[in-house]
């Protein structure tokens, strides 16, 4: 069946969330409304956005009204929405057992060793001459949540196999939001139908951020004790390896460091595979 599709410009209507565009359908007698509805969304543009932007801007709402059933013509609206994009910051805190110091603020006594003089770094914490046990601090991670709106059509268990596989693998192959790979951690997505429209499903992605130490864009390599140069990627885990030494002077035995190991404890992904964009833009589904 022959029928054409024109756009009605004078009724291209543009505000700061949502573009429509009216359509003029001629020659669909006999078509159902569903099937006028089919074909025009086949015509018109799946998204659309406002001129000069890089938005992504999906249907939100199609209207029909048959104007006249014997020739088959219908004027039709489709609506275009801005999603509703978010992010929220958080700069918070964790607790991590450490087993050196930083330095030594003031050693108090008169039998303190000579390894333990102000100066020193990396020094044992917790040390009961067999077992240096450490100490638990407070490390603030930066923690944020990213929302974002998908189509429901093109959130199909193939994308959510895709978001699991990152979780999986949960910290960034590649820079990501502008940190540095290594040190961004996914933590995980909830999500549920919108409830502003049904079209839509609300997806929210949480991620923590730890800095790297000795990397290109990462904060100055560490030290522990003599060990210089240490580099470590912000979700990995450093561990100091202690043996005994005999301390002449002070008479006794103190434990230095004499390797540190880091330790992947997390494997690596590309965060491209959440189709929320990877840059330091506001998040946009670019499915």
Not at 22 to 41: F, H, K, P, R
Not at 166 to 194: C, D, H, I, T
Not at 223 to 250: E, H
Request: aromatic share 12%; net charge negative; with cysteine.
């Amino acid at each position: 069946m022959d029928f054409e599709i024109f756009d009605d410009n004078p009724s291209f209507k543009l505000t700061a969330t949502s573009i429509q565009q009216g359509y003029n359908i001629v020659g669909a007698d006999g078509m159902s409304a569903a099937a006028v509805t089919m074909a025009l969304l086949n015509y018109a543009p799946a998204t659309n956005a406002p001129p000069g932007s890089n938005y992504v801007w999906p249907i939100s709402a199609v209207t029909m009204d048959e104007v006249e059933a014997t020739t088959g013509t219908w004027h039709a609206t489709i609506t275009w929405s801005s999603l509703n994009y978010q992010v929220a910051w958080k700069v918070g805190g964790q607790q991590q057992q450490v087993r050196a110091d930083i330095s030594i603020y003031h050693p108090y006594g008169a039998q303190i060793p000579t390894a333990f003089a102000a100066a020193a770094k990396g020094q044992p914490i917790g040390w009961d001459g067999r077992n240096v046990h450490g100490c638990s601090i407070y490390v603030p991670p930066l923690d944020w949540t990213e929302s974002v709106e998908i189509p429901a059509y093109q959130f199909t268990p193939d994308y959510v196999d895709n978001v699991f596989a990152v979780a999986m693998a949960p910290v960034n192959g590649q820079s990501y939001r502008g940190y540095e790979y290594g040190s961004v951690l996914f933590k995980g997505m909830q999500s549920q139908l919108s409830t502003k429209n049904p079209n839509f499903v609300s997806a929210a992605f949480e991620f923590s951020m730890s800095p790297n130490y000795g990397t290109p864009a990462g904060q100055p390599a560490l030290t522990v004790g003599s060990i210089t140069g240490i580099v470590k990627q912000g979700w990995d885990y450093l561990d100091p390896f202690f043996t005994p030494q005999v301390n002449n002077g002070a008479n006794r035995v103190i434990p230095q460091p004499q390797y540190v190991l880091i330790h992947t404890v997390y494997n690596r992904s590309n965060f491209a595979n959440l189709n929320i964009g990877t840059d330091q833009n506001l998040p946009l589904w670019q499915g």
